[in-house]
């Protein structure tokens, strides 16, 4: 697959299609089985509490991989991504309710490159706080 956005077609400023994406403490149990991650501050509110959290926090990787699939979604090809970097500025804070947490993700095109590539700048917002700083990607379009 390649990308389906022509590089020619995109102008600095285009703003990418913004996306929520819900995270309970199910989400976070299964994304531990997965990565392998089983720190207690992702599952136990009693141990996260006691190291100073104020409740369980989602994966600072799981909070970056679903930054990401605002720019993804939109390329149409996750390896058109070819540079990808955050720095984690706050948790995700995910109370034990039904509800969980709401990560909200925007993007806009920063700049356009040489060899049909992009800068994507992406920000990340959960509780009304930026969860992610510097979150940049770039992509290599069509």
Known sequence: MTAKIAY????VGTE???QSFPVTRATLVRYAGASGD?????????????????DVIAHGMFTMAEAIRVVTDW???????????VRF??????????DGALI?????????????RVRVDITAMSAGQ???GMSRAVVRLA
């Open 38 to 54: 089983f720190n207690p501050i992702h599952w136990n509110e009693k141990f996260a509490v006691e190291v100073g959290l104020p």
């Open 8 to 11: 020619d077609e995109v102008e």
């Open 104 to 116: 909200e993700v925007s993007a806009k095109v920063a700049a356009k490159l040489d060899d049909q």
């Open 16 to 18: 990418l299609p913004a």
């Open 75 to 85: 390329a149409g090809d996750p390896a058109a991504v070819v540079e990808y970097g």
């Open 130 to 132: 930026k969860v992610l």
């Open 89 to 98: 500025t706050k948790p995700v804070i995910v109370p034990n309710d039904d």
